[in-house]
């Protein structure tokens, strides 16, 4: 679906745009997530591979540093746009204005022709990047990470709708980008079908996932006590912001529906839920306690706050199985991460979730959100350990086909095509678009 690197020009600088959350920003709440790790690991592996990265992110705080330099050949700049607090993703669009300045004078104070390309990572900062691109004279490389056509389609019950603004505002910056990242093949096909993206402009990266971190132990009883969870615990986990979209409650119905109906697996069942309340989960952000105590499980269910990536390896390594029930996922990070650990995935049939999870090999896949679903597929597993081992060692070694240097080096040949690209467009003194 897109050009497969025959150019060698490489950017030797890259603007990458992240407006609406910081790389540093710890995962697992408020608006940090997958894309906070993506934009954070393919930059250190970009440098390694000699291409400077400075990423703009918005400042949600006074007392953050102007800039922060995270590696040898990467640096965040933190952008005053809008109030540093109180302000939602929804009322961001406000502040672009205020946001695209700032980046254009940061450009304007080095020398002509500082940024040799612009990497926009969400809608937001693709609206950024549109107008730096025309500015500057460089192409626009853009990874949507998420389509707001794609999460209305799969709409969590009760959940709120993406506004028209944004659908407007993604197919504007598919429109004008000069290449666009997809994390699958199945998003490739919705920017193109959806999104009337131009094939040739597409290119498929999968994300990747740190493979010292995320790894495996011989004996789990370390993790388990690091963690805090008795040695003959059936673990259930949950690991993500606590929304919604991302499904939570799917996971607390199914334990409560195990603990009803298996009683020789409930007095072990443990559900541990590592994450903090986001988007519109923060209108109750009590409500999965609140559930678990309505349905009788309370003393089954943990909530633990986001966790460092070590901690998390910890919490993957303890668990039996994670549980990943999103109605929508782009890729899905945490399923990955699981997986590198030996721990296999429950996942829901969506989005990049059906890539990251090899159905019956690394773990399952469910077609639906119907709780009693759930619980069967979970009980299937919890009561087969020597299935789980198989999965688990399968696990590990799909995961080993994803790194972030893959994904860096697919990024290359991305920006090398969309830089090769610009500047035929420039010599013929047309755009094709």
């Known amino acids: 679906m897109s050009r497969t690197g025959r150019h060698s020009a490489l950017p030797r600088r890259v603007a990458t745009l992240s407006v609406h959350t910081s790389p540093l920003e710890q995962p697992g709440g408020g ?5 906070n790790v993506y934009v954070l690991e ?30 040898p050949g990467v640096t965040v700049r933190h952008v005053t746009a809008g109030p540093f607090e109180g302000l939602s993703k929804q009322d961001l669009p406000a502040q672009l204005c205020a946001f695209t300045a700032t980046v254009l004078r940061a450009e304007a104070q080095q020398e002509p022709g500082w940024y040799d390309l612009i990497h926009s990572h969400y809608w937001l900062s693709g609206q950024v990047g549109w107008l730096a691109r025309d500015r500057w004279g460089v192409p626009l490389v853009h990874t949507a990470h998420t389509l707001a056509k794609a999460k209305n389609e799969l709409l969590a019950e009760g959940d ?8 407007v505002g993604e197919e504007q910056v598919v429109a004008e980008a000069d290449g666009l ?61 606590l929304q919604p979209l991302k499904a939570p409650d799917v996971l607390i119905r199914a334990a409560a529906r195990i603990v009803e109906t298996q009683p020789s697996l409930a007095a072990r069942l443990q559900v541990l839920v590592v994450g903090a309340p986001s988007g519109t989960g923060l209108a109750d952000p009590d409500a999965l306690q609140k559930l678990a105590a309505d349905l009788g499980i309370a003393g089954h269910v943990r909530f633990d ?68 679903d759930w619980a069967d597929r979970i009980t299937d597993l919890l009561r087969d350990s020597g299935r789980r081992a198989e999965f688990g060692r399968a696990a590990r070694a799909h995961a080993q086909g994803f790194s972030w240097r893959h994904t860096a080096n697919g990024l290359l040949v991305a920006y090398s095509d969309a830089i090769a690209g610009f500047g035929s467009l420039l010599a013929t003194g047309s755009d094709d678009r």
Request: hydrophobic content about 45%.
């Open 305 to 372: 706050p986001p966790a460092s990536r070590e901690l998390l390896a910890d919490f993957y390594r303890a668990a039996d199985l994670t549980v990943v029930p999103s109605y929508n996922e782009s890729f899905g990070l945490v399923a990955l991460e699981s997986q590198a650990c030996a721990t296999p995935v429950i996942a829901a049939d969506v989005g990049g979730l059906s890539t990251a999870v090899r159905d019956g090999e690394t773990g399952l896949l469910v077609d639906n959100h119907r709780s009693a």
């Open 160 to 167: 709120t709708p993406e506004p028209y603004a944004r659908i």
């Open 181 to 241: 990242i997809a994390n699958t093949e199945a998003e490739a096909r919705q920017l193109v079908d959806w999104y009337g993206a131009d094939p040739e402009r597409v290119q498929v990266v999968p994300p990747g996932v740190d493979l010292e971190v995320f790894s495996p132990v011989a004996d789990r009883s370390a993790a388990r006590d690091r963690v805090g969870v008795a040695q003959d615990a059936l673990v259930l986990l949950f690991v993500g912001r």
């Open 42 to 71: 393919t930059a250190k592996r970009l440098a390694e591979s000699n291409v400077e990265v400075e990423i703009f992110t918005r400042a949600t705080s006074s007392e953050l540093p102007r800039i922060v330099e995270v590696a």
């Open 31 to 35: 608006d940090a997530g997958g894309m």
